[in-house]
């Protein structure tokens, strides 16, 4: 029961990696609150589903006083929710290059900038940001995408330094995943899932459980002394 009394939000919470970390941080005995566009799909005694949009601001404030209200607290916050409008970059439209930086990077920094300066007056928290493997090292059709991920890694290396500069244990880690099997793939066709699975060392995608072991480590004190770091998630991936 290592996350036994914490108050834990996921963004995203309701399919793929989010759903995964949600049950996993509720396994071992943490109160969860999966914030989704959607309904959840699954239910757990210890996660409670709510419907969020992480790239609009005022519902966020909204969310983040309604859970203050009622669970009293915030010890764990992982902005997952994250989508993909890819394209490649002389045909990317305004557009699909706005949604995916207000979701994947605004809808970060729209839940953050409530909940850090929370953990510094409680006390302490871990905050984790899931990147992704294309924030590190670029992908073709992904300039929108990638310019998110890696904003994330930018965002999660400034706040370890600014929610802990009071001498508050505040952590703000990112997890950079490679390519895992949920819904955010269907769309990329078969033959280049092999060909990412076999441009890894272990020659194989990834298990949304790995993910979640991942963040469940971070969320942690198993991990008290670590902040401002990428913990890449990828089968030895480089793209
Ligand atoms: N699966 C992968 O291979 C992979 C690799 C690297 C990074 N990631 C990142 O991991 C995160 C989770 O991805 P996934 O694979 O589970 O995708 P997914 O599509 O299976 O799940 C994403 C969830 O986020 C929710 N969501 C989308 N927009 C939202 C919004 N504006 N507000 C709230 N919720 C919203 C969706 O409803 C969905 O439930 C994303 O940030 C993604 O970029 C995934």
Redesign the pocket.
Known sequence: MRLENKIAVV??G?????KAMALRFAEEGAMVIA????ELDYAHDNVEGKI????DPEACKTFFDEVVASHGQIDILVN?????RDAMTRKLSDEDWDMVLD??LK?VFNLTRLVGPQMEQIGGGSIIN?????GEFGNIGQANYSAS?AGVIGLSKTWAKEFARKGVPVRVNAIA????M????KTVPQDLLDKFASMTMLGRLGE?KEIADSALFLASDESSYITGHVLSVNGGMRL
Not at 130 to 134: D, F, G, K, P, Q
């Open positions: 963004t995203g309701a399919a793929g990696l989010g914030a989704d566009m959607k969020l949009n992480v790239a997952n929710a994250g989508i993909t979701v994947n809808g899931i990147s992704s493997v294309v991920k995943p490679g390519y895992i949920t819904d955010i793939l949304p």
